[in-house]
């Protein structure tokens, strides 16, 4: 089994910062992909970024792009988000896919307000 834990998020200002972690436990060498989901209150759970094991192919939502940055290191995904708009508050999930698998994180809380 594989085991996710994200950490990271808070309450931040519009243009701000926060960078979010997500640590991964269990199994962890049969995670191919992982990627950073997110579900804002009354919308469905998006994708806003994968990076694949080795770290080498990432892709982020149209919306994240050139703000956002996603990578790992050995065992922890990070995400980088930068000049946040009110439009990116929402729950953040970490997930972790493997060839018979998939693993989610508890999600973290990510508030963009003045």
Do not use: H
């Not at 994200?6 to 926060?18: A, D, K």
């Not at 269990?26 to 998006?46: D, N």
């Not at 149209?62 to 729950?91: C, H, W």
């Amino acid at each position: 089994q594989v085991q996710l834990v994200e950490s990271g998020g808070g309450l931040v200002q519009p243009g701000g910062s926060l960078r979010l972690s997500c640590a991964a436990s269990g199994f962890t060498l049969s995670i191919t992909v992982m990627s950073w989901y997110r579900q804002a209150p009354g919308k469905e759970r998006e994708l806003v970024a994968t990076i694949t094991r080795s770290g080498g192919i990432t892709n982020y939502a149209d919306s994240v792009k050139g703000r956002f940055t996603i990578s790992r290191d050995k065992n922890t995904v990070y995400l980088q988000m930068n000049s946040l708009e009110p439009e990116d508050t929402a729950v953040y999930y970490c997930n972790g896919k493997g060839l018979a698998f998939v693993a989610w994180g508890q999600g973290t809380q990510v508030t963009v307000s003045s």
